[in-house]
């Protein structure tokens, strides 16, 4: 108990920095990081799971600039049937925007902009 005890508290300490910098990914990276925690070790992995994935979460997060960039950006929303969700790839249909000086594009589906990775890769919903 106390080896699970110390572990959350040093993942914890860990996070707080990191969370102050930038939020965005944060809600994403601790939900699915509790639910993997959960999954493998229960209550106390789930607390852990989800402190790791509000880390991961973070740090991955685009830039600032990214986002401003991307609602900024006068461009069509295009109809998608599906479902758009982050950390799954946009289907090849689904035309994307370079933005200059990053590895990150953007699109917008359903009246909704997205921030997409070099591979399609959803990365965040800008709102």
């Keep these: 108990m106390r080896i699970r005890t110390a572990v959350l508290g040093a993942a914890f300490a860990l996070a707080v920095p990191a969370a ?7 809600v994403s990276g601790a939900a699915g990081g509790a639910v993997t925690g959960a999954v493998v070790g229960g209550p106390v992995g789930a607390a852990v799971g989800g402190v790791a994935g509000a880390v991961a979460g973070t740090l991955i997060a685009p830039p600032k600039q990214v ?23 946009l ?17 917008i589906v359903n009246d909704k902009r997205y921030i997409v990775d070099e591979d399609r890769q959803v990365v965040e919903v800008v709102e």
């Design 20 to 26: 102050s910098f930038a939020q965005e990914g944060t």
């Design 67 to 89: 986002r401003t960039y991307v609602v900024q950006e006068q461009r069509p929303s295009v109809v998608y049937q599906g479902e758009v969700v982050v950390g799954k790839p």
């Design 91 to 107: 289907p090849e249909t689904v035309e994307v925007y370079r933005v200059p000086d990053s590895d990150y594009s953007y699109t």
